[in-house]
């Protein structure tokens, strides 16, 4: 498996503190089946700490400190705030795409209500030469309340990628859990990531049980996202077809999904 989105790198933002720590999530990746995990620390303002100069670096430092039996590599990347990336440069863009490869950038989908202008940032930054895969949709308001106008991003070439707290929340009625599983099941969800933030003891690397908890909907697709998917995303490729023939056993279609 291929997990797009971590905190693994220390000390930079709210990930682990220390390298030990980065060591025992990577391990922890590795235990679920993941063989790469991209640092996707985040860019925006209240994380001062995270250079996107160094994080090629620090990744480096990582996967040497990792034990040679681990079968997990750290490739570079960042959670691009999007007011971030207005004024960033070609350069601190390319270094903080996938695999630092200059094609795919992991944006951050803001937490509170979106701006009549959020379609518009997007597109800025499309035209720059870069696909989008937006992080976490599910989880905001505004797409949560009008799930149309993420169907209409997504009808615009960027690719969807949700994650791991909102496939397994223990609440089958939260609206971050609805609207993940009716993304699978609309087949508008191109990536299953898990965000993770530590080894264990909060929002950990537990991929493989995100993809586990999809199985409901749509098995052999839950694994096309974190696995051809997630290889094509990485490299820059475009996406390979995904599964066909799986209709989900407890589809949940939301009010209002189609206008």
């Known amino acids: 498996m291929i997990d797009l989105h971590s905190h693994v790198l220390p000390g930079i933002d709210d990930g682990p503190s220390d390298i030990a720590d980065s060591v025992e999530f990577a391990e922890a990746a ?38 040679a039996d681990a079968d997990v590599v750290v490739t570079p990347g960042a959670e691009v705030d999007v007011m971030w990336a207005q004024s960033a440069s070609d350069e601190q863009l390319g270094l903080a795409s996938l695999g630092q490869h200059g094609t795919d950038l ?3 989908t803001p937490y509170g209500l979106l701006s009549d202008t959020f379609e518009d940032l997007l597109f800025r930054i499309t035209v720059r030469g870069y696909r989008i895969l937006l992080a976490h949709p599910e989880r905001n308001p505004t ?3 009008d799930p149309v106008r993420l169907k209409e991003i997504a009808a615009r070439g960027v690719l969807i990628q949700i994650t791991l707290p909102s496939v397994v ?17 609309e ?38 996202m974190v696995t051809d998917a997630a290889a094509a995303i990485l490299e820059g490729e475009p996406l390979p077809k995904p599964p066909h023939g799986q209709a989900p056993r407890r589809g949940i279609r939301l009010p209002g999904w189609r206008r």
Do not use: M
């Open 30 to 67: 590795a235990a679920q089946g993941t063989t790469v995990l991209a640092a996707t620390p985040h860019l925006r303002s209240d994380f001062p700490l995270v250079e996107i100069e160094r994080v090629a670096d620090a990744c480096a430092e990582l996967n040497e400190r990792l034990p």
């Open 106 to 108: 992991l944006v951050e």
């Open 143 to 145: 797409f949560q309340r």
């Open 169 to 185: 929340a223990r609440d089958r009625g939260s609206r971050s859990r609805k609207l993940a599983f009716a993304l699978v099941r």
């Open 187 to 224: 087949g508008l969800a191109h990536n299953l990531a898990s965000d993770s933030h530590s080894p264990g003891r909060w929002r950990p690397p537990a991929l493989r049980s995100a993809v586990e908890a999809l199985a409901e909907a749509a098995p052999a697709y839950a694994e096309w």
